[in-house]
Each structure stands twice: as C-alpha cells, then as structure tokens.
C-alpha cells in the first residue's frame, strides 16, 4: 500500500443513493479502492407531491430561521425560494455539504456548527427572540425527533415539513454478491446501515466506515466492527476509510 494509493487492494462497498454516490465513489476510487456501487436508497418526493413545503417556503417571511438538514432537503428548499427572501429570515445547514444548494442559489448562511450533526446544531442555535420566534424545519419524512424536540425546548415554535422520502429500490443482485465479498461498506446514513444489513443477511462485511455517531451506533447494533468519521462529512469519510486500510 503506497502513500498516494492507501486503499489500494481494498474493495469498498459504497450505499448512497444513485444520484449522490459519484463524489465519494471517485474519492475512494482515486485512493486506489475498488468500489462496489450498491444503492440501497433512493430519493423521493414527498407523498403529497411537495405540497406541504411549497406552501412553507411561500410564507417564509413568517419564519426567524429556516433549519434544513441535508443537502436533498436544502435542494428542494432552495428550488422552492423564488423571488426576495426577506433580509431577516436567518439559514441554517446542519453541515458544509448541506449547505451548498443554499449557497449555490445566492442565499446566505448563517448557521453551520462545527459538528454536523443534529447535537452540534442544538449547541450553536441562537434562543428565541423575546415575545419568541418561528423556526421552518425542512427534513426527511423519516428522521429523528432530536432536532425539533431540542428547538422547542429551547424556547422555538417549530414548524417540520417533509422535503422528501428516501425509498427502497430494486437492487442488482450480482453487485449485492460482491458485495458481501468486499473488505469494508462504507455508511453516510442510519437508513442505509439497515436497509443494507437486511439485503446482505447480517454484517458482511463485517467492517463499516460510518459518517457520523448515528449511523456508527446502529452498525455496532447490528454487529458490525465500526470506524466513525471526524469530521462527520464526505472528506471526513474518505479520511476515516484510509486510517482504517492502514490499521
């Protein structure tokens, strides 16, 4: 294993959806691996079409901040902004890669703490104006309750609506065989741990790269021997598969 191929003669097992594998894909890839693209969720709309967030962002001059928590959710918020928003509504991304779609579409954000994940968040929300203040939280239709429960603990009258569905598709049963061949699966979200665990049969591999502390918790739930990336983001994970090749 050379310094500028660390992953070189590993296979790697890579679970995002389609349409978001391509960057780290290429990353692992240039560092020698040879990745196994397996799919095992797929972006939807939301079952009401995207109705419900249409008529969120329509009335965002209502809402102090608006939260989004991956970069699918900031693409379809970002899609949905047409004209002026107004000078005080305030953005906030749960990390630098969910923040982008904003960025790209001209809107300023004010908020990205420096652990992307709903906790590091929680520590850097401002509290509620006094009289309080409205919070528009644009996520996916199955997340965990941390974020909203913590904002209105705080103080926040917090408004969730659903951005988009991650659903389950058809998978390539010849990759799936490779697969589980593999040296290492490499994780970006609690929803594809599981969904790939249950195409696989268990831990197999039996070793995960995972992105950040959910998705590690629930790999080393369901037995797998688990390398937690820091920081919690794409290049975080690339970094952390490395450090893992080289042990």
Known sequence: MSADLPLAGRTLVVTRATDQAGTLSAALAARGAQVVELPVIAVADPADG???????????AAYDWVVVTSPNGARRVSDRLAGTVPSDTRFAAIGPRTAVPLLAAGLAVDLIPDRAVAEGLLEEFP????GGGRVLLARAEVAR????????AAGWDVDVVVAYRNVE???????LAVARGSDAVVFTAESTVRRYTALAGGPTPSDAVCIGPVSAGV???LGYRVVEADPHSVEGLVAATCSWASR
């Open 50 to 60: 995207g109705a419900a967030l249409a008529s969120a962002v329509a009335g965002v």
């Open 219 to 221: 790999a080393r739930e």
């Open 169 to 175: 598709p058809d998978s390539d049963p010849d990759a």
């Open 127 to 130: 509290s509620p104006p006094d």
């Open 145 to 152: 309750d941390l974020l909203p429960d913590g904002l209105r």
